[in-house]
């Protein structure tokens, strides 16, 4: 092996230098530098073809990619997308081929790869390039989106599967896919896409194979848990054309659900859905992975995952209850379903509707952007239920800890019940964790910060200032607070109490129910876990609605408003709705005139005031104290705000904010710190783009 650097004789090199510019050039004292070599030395010379592979690893900087030669062994084997082991130091980690190219050669010997777990391209190269973006939009590495993205290979099933020569789909058995006899009757005057002003525009442009970008204000369908005759309606059009159709639902139940609907409402020709959802066995799920990848479904549904299902043509992409929290990817990099689809339709050129009851600020903002067109009734009169928010409930007692229902909402529940069915809804299942005053029930918060408060015996305590004080509530001068809500069982035993004759049922995530009938029934449930009634509930009841406006966040008005909006949708057209606990005037009257979309407005120009997404950029970077001084000594954000540490449960939080044209340059800035903390191993380092939660 030939030396790299040049090689010394033992003498000092700078006598010479000295003495030439002295003119007294000492010979024979002092050698020369010996000559360096023609070619760069270090060079490998590899005769076998060497692949780019993704390691399954979460260490920041090696996850971007790694370089291996492909021994004679593997060289049939190895492909794009295939699954490998390689060696990393002495531990052998899963990796991905990203892309294989001829022999050349390298300034470094490349290790080979150990073994070839899977010989077929299990990721294709458009999710390859979907993951790329998603890492360039959320500051993360492809590791880790890949993780999320892939299912964990199962080599049974995938044997099995390549075994059969690419079984087709099979259609849904009435044992794997029941039908529920009540949720799939259809009512009188059932709400058709054509209805909307813009309706037979888009469809014609569905069926034409015209792109398509929508955020779309949905008709209510009160006997189902979403509209899906409305959606069926687009799923169908959108089939006429070549490709597949993607759907995706918050939750497994609905996506189940909308999988019996479409068997039961479509003819025998109608492709069958395949369910891709997380919430499967991880077998199940790889197998619907395997499907999408070989097989080419026409119809797949699924939740937030199926966001990266490996399609090769897809028609339309379609996300319903857009704004759902279930949609938002709890582990780094963070990324959102919603975003992640604005992706896929500029990169495959397809079709993208995001519907809701309500409006998220992030759709309003595409609207307004001119990005996306809109799909609502506008001024067009809607039959939709009567909603009620009185100013002053009469209370049986004062102590509300005691008797949290009104005589008001006991009086609103006798009328409703006279008709049918009368859905409840709780905020949480049960828990002390919101408290407000025990008399006039304005929320506590923390005197220094406006935080929630804990309390701890007598005293309470804010977790976010660590500010201790005695309460004493500044309406009404009380000094006893109450858990804000209270949970669902509870409320369930008292209203049995006050209705003896009326059967009442509890309702939350370990307790679904099928639909109900047309009999007086009192129906108490947790939020998104409301069971449908065959021709809609005669009324319903939300408690506590004031609940998410208490809490110091960025989406309490978002979500608040698209829980009452989906609860609002499960009443049938003559019914009523009454709000229960302080909603707020603001957003009771946004309710009442349904005026989503002005509220989502104001809201974007608000946060536009303040710079707060999707109206800026903006950065959350979670580290111990003494991390995030090594980052910020070393972070270069030039035109941007950042925001001192705080802290942020055990770690400390530094806020970076920049326009939206600072945008790259500052997610750039945040990989390159990131690798920079992993090359020197520094302690763990978690970066949110667009944090939801603050």
Known sequence: MKDQMPRWSGLDPLAQIRSRQEGKTKRGHQQELLPLPDKPAGKWKNTDSIARVIPDTPVFHLAIGLDYTIPPRLAGKTRIGSLVSVKIGEKLVHAWVKDIRPPEATSQRLRPISRVLSDRGLVSPKTFQLAQQVVSRYAGNISQVLNQAIPNRRAGIEKEFFTNNFAPVMPLTSREAPCQETNCLSVRDEPKIENYPQGKGLLDSLANKRLARVVWSAIPEPNRVAPFNQISELVSVALKAKGSVLCLFPTARQASEFCSYWSAS?????????????????????????????????????????????????????????????????????????????????????????????????????????????????????????????DYEQRDDLSIGRTPISSTAIQFLRSCLENGPVLVQVGRRGGRKALSCARCSAPLRCPKCLGQVEQRGDDYLCPSCGHSFFFRCPNCGAQQARAAVRGHQRIGRELAAAFPKIPVINCDADNSLPPIGTKPTLVVA????????????????????????????????????????????????????????????????????????????????????????????????????????????????????VIEPVRFGNDWQVIVRARLDQGEELRAELSRLQALASRKKWEPVKVQVDPYDF
């Open 266 to 390: 479509q003819g025998a020709n109608a492709p069958s859905p395949l369910k891709y959802f997380f919430e499967k066995s991880s077998g199940r799920h790889y197998q619907a992975y395997l499907q999408c990848r070989f097989n080419h479904p026409r119809l797949v549904v699924g939740t937030r995952s199926a966001i990266f299902a490996p399609l090769k043509r897809i028609s339309l992409l379609l996300i319903w209850d857009e704004n759902a929290q279930t949609y938002q990817e709890q582990t780094a990099p963070y990324w959102h379903s919603r975003q992640v689809a604005m992706m896929r339709a500029n990169s495959e050129k397809c079709s993208l509707i995001l519907g809701s009851y309500s409006r998220s600020p992030q759709a309003q903002a595409l609207v307004l952007s001119s990005w996306a067109s809109e799909l609502a009734m506008n001024n067009t009169p809607v039959l939709l239920p009567k909603i009620f928010t009185p």
């Open 526 to 641: 947790t939020v998104d876990q409301e069971p449908v009634a065959s021709n809609g509930y005669a009324g319903a009841l939300l408690l506590d609605a004031g609940m998410l406006i208490s809490l110091d966040r960025i989406w309490a008005g978002e979500q608040t408003l698209r829980r009452w909006a989906n609860l609002g949708a499960k009443v049938a057209a003559k019914g009523k709705i009454m709000l229960s606990g302080d909603p707020g005037e603001y957003l009771a009257t946004t309710f009442k005139r349904r005026t989503f979309r002005e509220w989502a407005s104001k809201e974007l120009q608000e946060r536009a005031e303040v710079g707060i997404p999707p109206t800026a950029a903006m950065a959350a970077i979670r580290a111990s104290k003494d991390t995030l001084n090594q980052l910020l000594a070393c972070a270069n954000f030039p035109d941007m705000q």
